[in-house]
Each structure stands twice: as structure tokens, then as C-alpha cells.
């Protein structure tokens, strides 16, 4: 399950990069006269919001319960 989390989280944070990075090249010289930026700025932000929590979830090592004999 682990590792589900970390190759969808690395997904999403590509995914997200090239949203932000299509935010950025639409982003007109004059300053904001339309919200194409926003419609690509907000849905990358969230995508890389999720997917960095799904790396930090799948990263983090498991917690290991000692049972056996000497336990």
C-alpha cells in the first residue's frame, strides 16, 4: 500500500509541476487580466499539496510491533 502511495504521489507532483508550469507560461506581462493562470495555478497547487502527503505517508517506515520468544 506503501508503495501505491509513493508512485501516485510522485505522479501527481509531475502532473502538478507542468500545471504550475502552464500557470506560469500563460501568466500575461501586463499583470492578471484573466483567470486562464488561476486554471491551471490552483488545480497544480492542490495536486501537489496530495501527492507531497501521499510521499510523506509512503515514505515514513512502518511501525514494527517486537513479538516473539525473547519479547
Given at each position: 500500500?506503501r508503495r501505491?502511495a509513493?508512485?501516485?504521489?510522485?505522479i501527481?507532483?509531475v502532473f502538478?509541476?507542468?500545471?504550475?508550469?502552464?500557470?506560469?507560461a500563460?501568466?500575461?506581462p501586463?499583470?492578471?487580466m484573466?483567470?486562464?493562470?488561476?486554471v491551471?495555478l490552483?488545480p497544480?497547487v492542490l495536486?501537489a499539496?496530495?501527492g507531497?502527503?501521499l510521499?510523506?505517508w509512503?515514505?515514513?517506515?512502518a511501525?514494527?510491533?517486537?513479538?516473539?520468544?525473547?519479547?
Amino acid at each position: 500500500m506503501r508503495r501505491l502511495a509513493i508512485v501516485l504521489g510522485w505522479i501527481l507532483l509531475v502532473f502538478a509541476g507542468g500545471l504550475i508550469l502552464l500557470a506560469i507560461a500563460s501568466w500575461p506581462p501586463g499583470g492578471l487580466m484573466f483567470a486562464l493562470p488561476f486554471v491551471f495555478l490552483m488545480p497544480g497547487v492542490l495536486f501537489a499539496l496530495i501527492g507531497g502527503a501521499l510521499l510523506w505517508w509512503g515514505g515514513r517506515p512502518a511501525k514494527v510491533c517486537p513479538t516473539g520468544p525473547d519479547k
